[in-house]
């Protein structure tokens, strides 16, 4: 399967602030990429999807404003989280794939904690 | 929307079987991929289903019926490192997964 990377493992911010994540393809360019939210003892849920050189596609109920999402290259997206607070604590997992069609291969996520 | 199914929690013995299964109703089907996620990690992949039937790959096997809307992980010979959340998605016509609630297998020696 692929490499994807995540980037950092785990961070805690300060209310208020704003995070950055990043989700790296390591073995091969990856056109789409997803971004998933998942909160303790609960499944992932798909926030957007992002598409390289173009915006990105939100979910409903999904505020994009407050969560950033660009994918600069096939090989690069991130997700920023503007204004934290501590019900954005999470854990954030990002996946790739080559086509839609094809199967998705989750990073090892990111946990944020907001105080 | 989508809507999936699957049972909570589920104990087994080191040695034993066990099925989880699955429930959906989705806008569109593009298959069904069973996870394994241990606490604090990403999930992990384990099987896909497309067509009705039974995929095999080595302790575990995955089983699909379109008709009903219904899938089954089985895992087999139960070891202790298979304790963990197993988590149901399907795939719409959009391509999208979507995942159920996650079953989490506690494994007993």
């Known amino acids: 399967g692929a490499v994807v990377s995540q980037h950092p493992s785990w961070v805690i911010c300060k209310s208020g602030t704003s995070v950055k994540i990043e989700c790296r393809s390591l073995?091969?360019?990856?056109?789409?990429m997803f971004w998933y939210r998942q909160f303790p003892k609960q499944s992932l849920m798909l926030m957007a999807t992002s598409n390289e050189g173009s915006k990105a596609t939100y979910e409903q109920g999904v505020e994009k404003d407050k969560f950033l999402i660009n994918h600069a290259s096939l090989t690069l997206s991130t997700l920023t989280v503007t204004s934290a607070h501590p019900e954005d604590s999470s854990f954030y997992i990002c996946?790739?794939?080559?086509?839609?069609?094809?199967?998705?291969?989750f990073g090892p996520g990111t946990r944020l904690t907001v105080t | 929307g989508q809507n999936i199914d699957q049972p909570t929690e589920m104990t087994a013995t080191e040695g034993a079987i066990v099925q989880i299964n699955c429930t959906y109703q989705?806008?569109?089907?593009?298959?069904l991929f069973w996870y394994q996620q241990h606490a604090g990690e990403a999930p992990t992949f384990l099987s896909y289903n497309v067509l009705d039937g039974l995929e095999e790959k080595g302790r575990f096997s995955s089983f699909l019926s379109r008709s009903k809307g219904y899938s089954y992980l089985l895992l087999k010979e139960l070891q202790m490192k298979d304790s963990a959340s197993y988590l149901c998605a399907v795939r719409d016509g959009d391509y999208k997964l979507s995942f159920g609630a996650g079953t989490t297998v506690t494994v007993r020696a």
């Open positions: 996946s790739v794939t080559y086509e839609r069609e094809y199967e998705q291969y």
């Open positions: 989705t806008s569109g089907f593009n298959g």
């Open positions: 073995d091969f360019q990856a056109t789409t």
